[in-house]
């Protein structure tokens, strides 16, 4: 099938095969290092440790001005409204709290890895990272909305769970559009058909790559599994973020024509499978008002940390 596919797009079938070590080539690729800076993975450690106090997290996140810069930003933006301006870092993380910062750090390595991109085309480049911000949003909104007790892994593996699409985007454009044309369709034929065509899928690269990048396990078994939660038991993370992911895809390019219908979704309908009728029906009702609500935070998200 694979030749076939090649075949009709006039180009030969090698040429639209991933490496054999693709993530290798990746690790080469982004050469200014994974997913995280050291800064980065610094800050998140610390952020992730009851113990630490804002000084602690600040004497890290100084030493980078351009994470710095953003943090503040943010802290100052829309998002928070502070009643006066917030000046200095140390504030600004105080004001956000040590889970809105961890969640900020990811969102900016995102930022930072699809602005240092070699994506010729800007389209695909909007495409993926509203994609990534509407999910990240959508899963937040679902972790509160059921009470799933998540602190920030919602928003951050909701932000990550499509990074294979990226990766290989910026890798190679022309194997990128060969394999994905970005409708966000029927995605679990998506991944069947990148199989076919580069002997591996989004899932696989996101995943194997996040994990060389030393993010937690759970990141990784999100990316990996995010399109077939079902397929073997996995925490209920998994099957949030494949519920986001579904939602998000109507919303591509932060259009929605108010169409869709969550009752389509089989991941939300597991997560709230163990409600009564009736809840099940006002959860419902709340998830489409939470998708309406998702495009404007989405843009507000993306002027916040991509200006
Ligand atoms: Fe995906
Ligand atoms: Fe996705």
Known sequence: ??????DVLGICPQDYHLP???????????SDGPLLSDVAAKAIVIAENPTSSVRDITLVIESDPSLAMRILRIANSVLYSPATPILSLENAIARIGFR??????????????????????????????????????????????LSLGYQGEDFTCGLLHDLGRILIASYSPSIFQAGDDLTFGDESMQVTHEDRLWGSNHCEVGAVFVAR???????????????????????????????????ANSLVCRTYTGTYDPSTNEYFSELISHR????????????????????????????????
């Open 100 to 145: 809105e910062c961890t969640s900020i750090i990811y969102a900016s390595c995102i930022a930072r890895m699809l602005e240092k991109s070699t994506l010729a085309d800007e389209w695909t480049r909007t495409v993926l990272r509203d994609h990534a911000f509407s999910t990240a949003i959508l899963s937040r909104h679902l972790n509160e909305l």
């Open 276 to 307: 009564s009728p009736a809840e099940r029906a006002t959860l419902l009702e709340q998830f489409i008002e939470l998708i309406g609500q998702t495009n404007d935070a989405t843009s507000q998200m993306i002027a916040a940390f991509c200006s």
């Open 1 to 6: 099938m694979a030749n076939l596919e090649a």
């Open 213 to 247: 990048s030393g993010l937690p396990a759970a990141a990784v078994d999100v990316i990996r599994h995010h399109h077939a939660p079902a397929e073997e038991p996995h925490p209920p993370l998994v099957t949030l973020v494949a519920a986001a992911d579904h939602a």
């Open 20 to 30: 054999n070590d693709i993530v290798d080539h990746l690790l080469c690729h982004f």
